[in-house]
T-cell receptor
């Protein structure tokens, strides 16, 4: 298994543009987590899914952020419109059990100018 | 309101010496604790964990100590090696709450040769 795969690795976009981050889970994992890493807040949970169902999106900073899991192996995180303060590294992680055995992707470094 | 706190953003240690990374938590319902290690441009990877029924867990050069009464855990690396230079995240889990891992902000360890 290739692990959790995120794309793109880097994204530079202009303020106001739509950004879509992608994540492919490890086969057999049924939980999916989106995290954002910043210097100020460290690793903060944005949203997580169990069996494709969003469980808690209270970490999503604003309505500009949305996430979907159209099938058991794939998820997207969309920011529309993007703002400079969204610049961060976004990670997704999957696990077969909610608390343990997280496998993280390599992250997407987003820069909004 | 941070439930998991790593109060030292950075730590510098000489090669061969002991590195001690600290973590405090506020929620007494947490019963499992993990340390993740993160290299630049990579996702966090699992390092070591401890259940609340133990006060120590050792894996090679890495030992995690848990003091439940103080709600404090620490990661000891002995001896420290230059390859240990990374960001270390402390994480906590509540098995009864069926909730995701809660991460601290991380501590950047630099091991100087």
């Amino acid at each position: 298994d290739a692990g959790v795969i995120q794309s793109p690795r880097h994204e530079v976009t202009e303020m106001g543009q739509e950004v879509t981050l992608r994540c492919k889970l490890i086969s057999g994992h049924n939980s999916l987590f989106w995290y954002r890493q910043t210097m100020m807040r460290g690793l903060e949970l944005l949203i997580y899914f169990n069996n494709n169902v969003p469980i808690d999106d209270s970490g999503m900073p604003e309505d500009r952020f949305s996430a979907k899991m159209p099938n058991a192996s794939f998820s997207t995180l969309k920011i529309q419109p993007s703002e400079p303060r969204d610049s961060a590294v976004y990670f997704c992680a999957s696990s077969g059990a909610q608390g343990l055995g997280y496998t993280f992707g390599s992250g997407t470094r987003l820069t909004v100018v | 309101d941070q439930q998991v706190k790593q109060n030292s953003p950075s730590l510098s240690v000489q090669e061969g010496r002991i590195s001690i990374l600290n973590c405090d938590y506020t929620n007494s319902m947490f019963d499992y604790f993990l340390w993740y290690k993160k290299y630049p441009a990579e996702g966090p990877t699992f390092l070591i964990s401890i259940s609340s029924i133990k006060d120590k867990n050792e894996d090679g050069r890495f030992t995690v100590f848990l003091n439940k009464s103080a709600k404090h855990l620490s990661l000891h690396i002995v001896p420290s090696q230059p390859g240990d230079s990374a960001v270390y995240f402390c994480a906590a889990w509540m098995s009864s709450g069926n909730t995701p891992l809660v991460f601290g902000k991380g501590t950047r360890l630099s091991v100087i040769a």
